[in-house]
């Protein structure tokens, strides 16, 4: 008896896509969300005959996902099919057809689907033992969806034992949507080539400039490529170009100690200079602030612990990006190395290339300190709170400038200066004979546990056990708002009239806004329940995203005893000050009440919207930790969701 691979909300969701894009008209005839401005750009419809004969097939292999695959094993190769299906499902959707050529591709992605779920029924999967060029797919632990990556896999790359991989990061592409993406995947191999690793594209959602969910999308990528082939955890490398080459600068800092060595080429390190902004065009304060999230600047000395190697076309305006992060370097008294392609514009020289690869294989030959004496760490938010056997556990501001740098003779002392920490844990490979923290030695018992765990109180620092229970930010619970959104997240909507037009409107215009958005652009689903549908499993396994009011949605009127905020019928009371219910709304992040391991999210998605997918550099978070919004029936649009009467940040104690 097949089973399905979904579990019951995702059954529940697939069941609403099916129902939503209908077994009752052809896929053509659906109207679908072909109002939607943005990305990515309207292209051609396929013919109808055309459009009939994919939409039987895809709701044939649809039913096959759903009932699910006959074994245990067939059930983990199952987003291989999915992703398929999901990027057929998408192109139809919002007309993803730019050329006659492309009304093939379809048919020939759901042949491929066809052929792996008659494999799948005899458990026969042999498209996970191929090589060359094999596209697979993972699902999502964000939105569930099932996520494409291509690998590029040698013929003679021995498999038998660990091997390295090369993640690249590809450049931005409007029209590249997870349709071309996969054929392209299947029919071209990329930019860099090597006999001696497997190379790994991910998708990143297409066009996220591998932030928000496309940061996730890349490190879960990995994992799974992990998790299905021999890959040595030492030997990963990173790289990217113009898009990915932004990609590959965040990424490789916020994550310098899962990578042996980083390239990245042309792209974006900034917000405000790759924008050309000048003062008086700056965002507001707190917008200002959050560039720190991806400006990697702020994450420069994180790139000391690892070889970094940039690349620039002579004429490249992307060499902004490599000078920027030069001048980073220099000013923390390192030098980046630069490697300039002579007369090249945005592409790469094949010789400076093969340099380059050239370097990247004495790195991956060399391999990855397992346990380096010497570490630097440096962040503004306990999302990226980690370095080898260095983790920051809490800050004195978040925001601010924060840094340790870690040193272990070979006797086993250690030696830490920080700046804006106030705790901290260390998983050093051998127990220490003494720490030294600020100049300031630590006490230690005989017996250390690990994680050795440190606080600073009364400007002294000491061993001590963190509270579980104490209400601080802390790592993957910190926020801002958009934080929520790179972690498994379920909507939650009202169950009830507010008893207020406009607000009701207005919460019904941002929800629909949401779901088409995260469609079109975070290329994924959402998953959603009515307020008096969560249970207590979703309690413990979402963040959520309430929306409405105490009055419309009941699951809010449970949390907000344990809120803060004050809701009266006429008027709620935020941080001191009242604002009308009838025309404004509390957005925040907040420690679920009902699980404070989870985040709550209140009356808001993805903070950057329509407006600012003009350039990846502008797909930052627009809103802090919290706002007010002044709203109405239409004052939902491509910029904002309303106008902004007040914003900020909750301290260290979500305060």
């Not at 009752?24 to 004969?53: M, T, V, Y």
């Not at 697979?136 to 091997?163: H, T, W």
């Not at 029209?175 to 996969?182: D, Q």
């Not at 959603?528 to 995203?545: G, R």
């Amino acid at each position: 008896m097949f089973r399905s691979p979904l579990g019951p909300l995702d059954r529940l969701l697939f069941v609403t896509i099916l129902c939503f894009f209908g077994f009752s008209k052809p896929l053509a005839a659906q109207p679908g969300n072909r109002d939607f401005a943005g990305l990515p750009p309207r292209g051609l419809a396929l013919p109808s005959e055309i459009a009939e004969e994919v939409d039987q097939r895809l709701r044939e292999l649809e039913i096959r996902v759903f009932t699910g695959p006959p074994s245990d094993r067939a059930t983990t190769h199952w987003p291989d099919v999915a992703c398929l299906l999901e990027a057929v499902r998408l192109a139809v959707e919002f007309d993803e057809f730019y050329r006659e050529a492309d009304f093939a591709v379809p048919a020939q992605l759901l042949t491929l689907a066809e052929q792996r779920v008659a494999e799948l029924t005899v458990d026969k999967p042999t498209w996970c033992q191929a090589r060359g060029l094999v596209v697979r797919g993972f699902r999502s632990n964000i939105d569930g969806s099932a996520q494409p990556y291509g690998l590029e896999i040698p013929a003679e790359l021995p498999l038998d034992k660990p091997v390295p991989l090369y993640v690249w990061l590809h450049g931005r592409g409007d029209k590249t949507t997870t349709l071309h993406f996969i054929h392209e995947r299947l029919e071209k191999r990329g930019t860099i080539h090597t006999d001696n690793a497997i190379v790994l594209h991910p998708f990143g959602r297409q066009c996220l400039g591998y932030k928000s969910a496309g940061e996730t999308d890349v490190m879960e990528a990995i994992a799974h490529v992990q998790a299905n082939y021999n890959i040595d955890p030492k030997r990963i490398v990173l790289m990217g170009f113009s898009m990915g080459g932004a990609g590959a600068w965040h990424l490789g800092a916020h994550f310098a100690e899962r990578f042996v060595a980083v390239s990245p080429g042309a792209g974006f390190a900034e917000t405000a200079q790759y924008n050309k902004l000048t003062p008086e065009r700056y965002p507001p304060t707190y917008e200002q602030t959050l560039w720190g999230q991806y400006d990697v600047p702020n994450y420069v000395r994180n790139l000391f612990n690892l070889p970094v190697i940039a690349y620039s076309g002579e004429n490249d305006p992307q060499m902004q990006a490599a000078r920027v992060m030069a001048a980073a370097f220099e000013t923390e008294g390192r030098t980046l190395n630069h490697k300039i392609g002579p007369g090249m514009g945005h592409r790469y020289h094949p010789e400076t290339l093969q340099e380059i690869m050239g370097e990247l294989h004495a790195a991956v030959q060399a391999g990855q300190d397992e346990s380096p004496a010497e570490v630097h760490l440096q962040t503004r938010t306990l999302k990226y709170p980690s370095m080898h056997w260095v983790r920051i556990e809490g800050l004195q501001r978040h925001w601010d400038d924060s840094r340790v740098d870690a040193m272990r003779d070979e006797q086993g002392n250690i030696s830490l200066t920080t700046r804006g920490v106030t705790a901290l844990s260390l998983t050093p490979k051998t127990q220490p004979r003494t720490i030294t923290v600020d100049g300031m030695n630590v006490a230690l018992p005989a017996q250390l546990d690990s994680p050795i765990t440190l606080r600073r109180s009364d400007n002294a620092w000491q061993v001590a056990d963190f509270d579980a229970n104490e209400l601080r930010k802390r790592p993957g619970l910190q926020g801002p708002i958009d934080d929520a959104f790179t972690g498994p997240f379920l909507m939650i909507t009202t169950d009830r009239p507010s008893g207020k037009q406009a607000i009701d409107a207005w919460v019904q215009n941002e929800v629909e806004y949401l779901q088409r958005r995260w469609r079109a652009v975070f290329r994924g689903h959402i998953r959603f329940k009515s307020a008096d549908e969560v249970s207590p499993a979703d309690l413990e396994q979402y963040h959520l995203l309430v929306w409405g009011t105490p009055t419309s949605n009941s699951l809010l009127q449970r949390m907000l005893p344990q809120l803060p905020l004050k809701w009266a019928e006429d008027e709620f009371e935020f941080n001191g000050q009242r604002y009308a219910t009838a025309d404004h709304m509390p957005v925040l992040i907040y420690p679920n009440p009902l699980n404070p391991n989870r985040y709550v999210v209140l009356n808001s998605g993805p903070t950057f919207r329509d407006a600012h997918d003009r350039t990846n550099s502008l797909q930052n978070p627009k809103l802090p930790d919290w706002a007010v919004l002044k709203v109405s029936a239409d004052s939902t649009n491509q910029r904002q969701a309303g106008e902004v009467q007040a914003a900020g940040f909750f301290d260290e104690s979500w305060q």
